[in-house]
């Protein structure tokens, strides 16, 4: 005996990229929720890729929003069978993000001091996943991060980006070359420089953590 | 494999992202033989796992604002297709019309723009081609003009004429003189005072009259002749001078000239 054609059970499962075309094309038509269940998806990814890349706040927050409304207003264009909606995102974001670098030539480091407008607190780094009771932890792994962030932002653009998209955002090397557009070789000797640029930053600040555990 | 293999897959080997068969057991038999590549190996791995430690406390989502932002312009897109006859994007149908009918291609445009501009050019060009055959300012056309001339005049005696009219005074009449040397220095003095341009007795000059000028010539006191402002010295002014005279058709004596 058969199921019915309706029983849910039998149809296939939407994959991931379809559900996003069919929350776009819902969202280009003015569905509210169809446009919620879009955002919460992807928006961390833009946002995310546009602070690491920037270290700024209200640069990432600015970009989220062009990126968001170019896909509001001009989202037909987006094409299925040329990529997936996320990577038609990181796209965007990307060329958005190095035209405002371009642009401005300069990022906002993050402070570790609270209260600056546009900048990324400690509290904020270390709230969703460190447990509080531990200060000292919290400090040297905090310590640890900010070294890793202004080591990240140092980087020459054309090396920063591949750092984010393949070791933090985790994309694989032939994404990340579709992305940038350039052979995946390439992606992978621009890697393996940046690493060894990181390192050697990451190295001469190890010194000042060990100073800082050691008075605490 | 060899250090030059195992620098170049350094970034994979540190992240294991991407590694395909048997990379591994191949890095794990070469630094098993170069502490050098071992030493890098575990740099790396350190480093790894603090881009990861960061990438964990980076996992962030934007501020509320931003989909307030967003939703405003939501609202216009709804606003939009609320109105009877407002187009409904539909993503599927928008590529197939584009497929379909894809309108005027791109070649077709830069083809037009090309066209468009070699037309320019051309009419550029002519135009520039039509004007070298022309005066090109106005000062050209000025100076095309030849600047009016006296003509060459035969010397003609008419005798009805009311001017003095008198034979010439050979200048060798005065030797005779006894002081022969202050009449040489007279005499020179006067072959250097004369010359032989005309100088215009009127500005109103009739062109038409000087078609057929008469020269008339005479003997005319000197003193006359710096009155009519002839550049002659003032002493010996009733000295008697030769002079040539033009006379126009109508009479009228346009121009004066002292002759030796």
Not at chain 2, 94 to 114: E, F, I, K, Y
Not at chain 2, 169 to 198: D, G, I, S
Not at chain 2, 253 to 258: E, G, K, L, S
Request: net charge neutral; hydrophobic share 45%.
């Amino acid at each position: 005996m058969t199921k019915p054609p309706s029983d849910p059970a039998t149809q296939p499962a939407l994959s991931a990229e379809n559900e996003d075309a069919v929350a776009l094309q819902r969202a280009l038509a003015g569905d509210e929720e169809a446009f919620d269940l879009l955002y919460a998806r992807r928006a961390g990814v833009v946002y995310q890729f546009a602070l690491r890349m920037s270290g700024s706040v209200t640069l990432a927050e600015d970009v989220t929003q062009d990126v968001f409304i170019s896909l509001l207003r001009s989202g037909h264009k987006f094409d299925p069978s040329r990529g997936t909606l996320p990577q038609y995102l990181l796209g965007m974001t990307r060329n958005r993000v190095l035209t405002l670098l371009q642009r401005e030539r300069n990022f906002v480091p993050l402070a570790v001091d609270e209260g600056e407008e546009g900048r990324l607190s400690l509290e904020r780094i270390l709230a969703p996943t460190v447990a509080q009771d531990d200060p000292l932890f919290d400090l040297t792994r905090a310590e640890r991060v900010e070294a890793v962030r202004q080591a990240v932002l140092a980087l020459p653009l054309h090396y920063r980006e591949v750092v984010v998209l393949c070791n933090l955002d985790e994309l694989s090397y032939e994404a990340a070359a579709q992305l940038i557009g350039c052979p995946v070789g390439t992606v992978r000797s621009r890697l393996n420089r940046a690493r060894a640029l990181l390192l050697e930053k990451l190295q001469t600040h190890q010194p000042a953590v060990r100073r800082t555990a050691a008075v605490l | 494999m060899k250090c030059q293999e195992f620098q170049e897959r350094l970034s994979e080997l540190a992240s294991e992202v991407e590694l395909e068969a048997g990379l591994r057991a191949r890095a794990e038999a070469h630094t098993a033989r170069c502490e050098t590549c071992a030493a890098r190996w575990l740099a790396q791995r350190a480093l790894q796992a603090r881009l990861q430690e960061f990438a964990a406390a980076t996992r962030e989502l934007p501020a509320p604002h931003v989909r307030q932002r967003l939703r405003a312009v939501l609202a216009e897109q709804q606003q939009i297709a609320a109105v009877p006859g407002a187009p409904v994007v539909d993503l599927a149908a928008a590529r197939a019309a584009r497929q379909a009918s894809p309108g005027v291609p791109r070649w077709g445009w830069l083809a037009a723009a090309a066209m468009f501009t070699l037309v320019a050019l051309s009419l550029n060009f002519w135009q520039r081609l039509t004007s070298l055959s022309e005066p090109s300012s106005k000062e050209e056309m000025t100076l095309a003009v030849p600047a009016p001339a006296l003509p060459a005049l035969p010397v003609v005696i008419t005798p009805q004429l009311n001017y003095e009219v008198s034979k010439p005074r050979p200048v060798k009449a005065a030797v005779h003189e006894p002081n022969r040397r202050l009449r040489r220095l007279e005499l020179a003095q006067v072959q250097e005072e004369t010359n032989n341009e005309f100088v215009p007795l009127t500005l109103a000059v009739d062109e038409r009259a000087l078609e057929n000028p008469t020269l008339v010539r005479l003997e005319v006191p000197r003193a006359r002749l710096v009155a009519l402002g002839l550049p002659l010295p003032v002493h010996g002014d009733r000295e008697m001078v030769n002079a040539e005279v033009m006379l126009g058709d109508n009479g009228v004596a346009y121009a004066i000239r002292v002759v030796r």
